[in-house]
């Protein structure tokens, strides 16, 4: 009898490894589906990106978009230095946070032999000192004789942006008496806000695409000595190496392309409350022909 049970004992356990197997194989059967073996990740793709709302649209644009092809996508938000080392260093996989020629002029040149530079997917942007309308000067010529309305101070965003670089040349080459308040891209959206509901005047370091533009009634200060550049474009850097290892993905940011007008309705999504990827994904389903155009086809 004892001799019995132990071989009915060893037949369960026989058939219970023989079900877990099954199941495994079940398991991995319902996540496939493509060619390459189903619907299951494929390989990982890093993204850097700069905590500007214009890039943080972009970037989360482009993380669900190649989330939807299969990808396992991380982006990092870090400042513009780390973003520009990383990619570099082929520590990203690729940014769509390149403006160019100006705004990261400096940092592009340091790795421009190490990097493949697929051109641009936004055409149009600007940088330079943004003020309310309402403010009775129209360039950074005048600010010194109306310090005082502006406290003295130009509001800011993230130590080490190229706007940031670009103000600090402004402020030698005009002659300005003011400083340069570091912030953030959120804070000084705060404090313009604030300044705008108390029709208070204030300076604030501005770029083209951004909500700010839809929500409040701004200008540029003319800048006549050419420090903040001129029109700019925004472009996508890859690693080498990334058309080989993740072709799909490769082409999928090769031919990333949008308009000021789309960057504009994920920013004020994101600003009316929304999460960035919630706010891409709204985008996404709203331009599924433009997406489709980026999607290269099997």
């Given at each position: 009898?004892?001799?019995?049970?132990?071989?009915?004992?060893?037949?369960?356990?026989?058939?219970?490894?023989?079900?877990?197997?099954?199941?495994?194989?079940?398991?991995?059967?319902?996540?496939?589906?493509n060619?390459n073996?189903g619907n299951?990740?494929?390989?990982?793709v890093?993204?850097?990106?700069?905590?500007?709302?214009s890039?943080?649209?972009s970037?989360?644009?482009?993380?669900?978009?190649?989330?939807d092809?299969?990808?396992?996508?991380d982006?990092?938000?870090?400042?513009?230095?780390?973003?520009?080392t990383?990619i570099?260093?082929?520590?990203?996989?690729?940014?769509?946070?390149?403006?160019?020629p100006?705004?990261?002029?400096?940092?592009?040149?340091?790795?421009?032999?190490?990097?493949e530079?697929?051109?641009?997917?936004?055409e149009?942007?600007?940088i330079?000192?943004?003020?309310?309308?309402?403010?009775?000067?129209?360039s950074?010529e005048?600010?010194?004789g109306v310090?005082?309305?502006?406290?003295?101070?130009i509001?800011g965003?993230e130590?080490?942006?190229?706007?940031?670089?670009?103000?600090e040349?402004?402020?030698?080459?005009?002659?300005?008496?003011y400083s340069?308040?570091?912030?953030?891209?959120p804070a000084?959206?705060?404090?313009l806000?604030?300044?705008?509901?108390?029709n208070e005047w204030?300076?604030v370091?501005?770029?083209t695409?951004h909500?700010?533009?839809?929500?409040?009634?701004?200008?540029y200060?003319?800048?006549p000595?050419?420090?903040?550049g001129?029109?700019?474009?925004?472009?996508t850097?890859?690693?080498?190496?990334?058309?080989?290892d993740?072709?799909?993905?490769?082409?999928?940011?090769?031919n990333?392309?949008?308009?000021?007008?789309?960057?504009?309705?994920?920013?004020?999504?994101?600003?009316?409350?929304?999460?960035?990827?919630?706010?891409?994904?709204k985008?996404?389903?709203?331009?599924q022909?433009?997406?489709?155009?980026?999607?290269?086809?099997a």
């Open positions: 009898m004892k001799r019995f049970l132990r071989v009915l004992s060893l037949a369960a356990v026989l058939v219970m490894s023989a079900a877990v197997l099954f199941g495994c194989g079940q398991g991995g059967s319902e996540s496939g589906g060619e073996g299951e990740s494929k390989d990982k890093t993204l850097g990106y700069v905590e500007w709302d890039e943080i649209a970037t989360h644009v482009v993380k669900n978009v190649l989330q092809m299969g990808y396992d996508v982006a990092q938000a870090v400042d513009a230095g780390i973003m520009w990383g570099g260093e082929g520590d990203f996989d690729a940014i769509v946070s390149a403006w160019l100006g705004t990261h002029a400096d940092y592009y040149a340091k790795v421009e032999d190490k990097v530079n697929l051109g641009p997917n936004l149009g942007a600007k330079g000192l943004v003020v309310p309308s309402y403010v009775t000067i129209d950074i005048e600010l010194n310090k005082d309305q502006f406290g003295g101070k509001v965003i130590p080490g942006a190229g706007i940031m670089s670009a103000t040349k402004a402020i030698a080459d005009y002659g300005l008496d340069l308040q570091d912030s953030s891209s000084m959206a705060a404090a806000k604030t300044a705008v509901e108390n204030i300076a370091t501005g770029w695409p909500w700010m533009f839809a929500e409040w009634d701004l200008k200060l003319d800048d000595n050419g420090d903040y001129g029109a700019e474009h925004i472009d850097i890859v690693r080498p190496g990334l058309k080989d993740n072709s799909e993905a490769y082409e999928m940011l090769n990333f392309y949008w308009t000021p007008d789309d960057m504009n309705a994920v920013m004020l999504d994101i600003q009316n409350g929304m999460s960035p990827d919630e706010a891409a994904q985008w996404i389903a709203d331009h022909d433009t997406v489709e155009s980026w999607i290269p086809q």
